[in-house]
């Protein structure tokens, strides 16, 4: 299938690493499908001396609210106690500032930042995320109007 109807599909995910705020030894691996009408977004964390892979973490649809655009919608498809609010938070804030719905698979830790994963820590590891999706979803609609 080339495209769906309401837009353009990437035919494959765009996929980066980048290192977490304050642990360069750690980075945030993501991977971002851009389906047209929906994002698909996953996100984990690896550590260069550790080979073993993070357990899989929480999976959130948002979708924006037309009716009372601050007012994001969101429901946890799949729970893991320790990421659920902070993907819920993220899939609510690209939701918004997207336009569209966003599904977000999360098990980013940040136990390994340089003070234990501080609210500090965590607020920085999400700012990047949302700089580093919108950035690469630009990039991507430029390629696409050049075209």
Do not use: C, W
Request: proline letters at 7%; a neutral charge; hydrophobic letters at 35%.
């Amino acid at each position: 299938m080339d495209g769906l109807p309401n837009g353009k599909a990437s035919s494959k995910p765009i996929e980066v690493a980048f290192p977490l705020p304050r642990a360069p030894q750690t980075n945030i691996h993501l991977q971002l499908h851009n389906n047209g009408p929906n994002i698909l977004l996953f996100l984990t964390t690896s550590t260069g001396e550790s080979a073993t892979s993070a357990p899989m973490g929480s999976f959130v649809y948002a979708m924006p609210n037309r009716a009372s655009p601050s007012d994001t919608l969101s429901t946890p498809l799949f729970t893991h106690s320790g990421t659920l609010d902070f993907t819920t938070r993220l899939a609510k804030v690209l939701a918004r500032k997207l336009k569209k719905p966003v599904y977000v698979g999360n098990s980013i830790s940040f136990s390994s930042a340089g003070m234990g994963g501080t609210v500090e820590e965590e607020m920085e590891g999400f700012r990047r995320v949302v700089e580093v999706v919108v950035r690469l979803l630009d990039e991507e609609k430029g390629k696409e109007n050049v075209s």
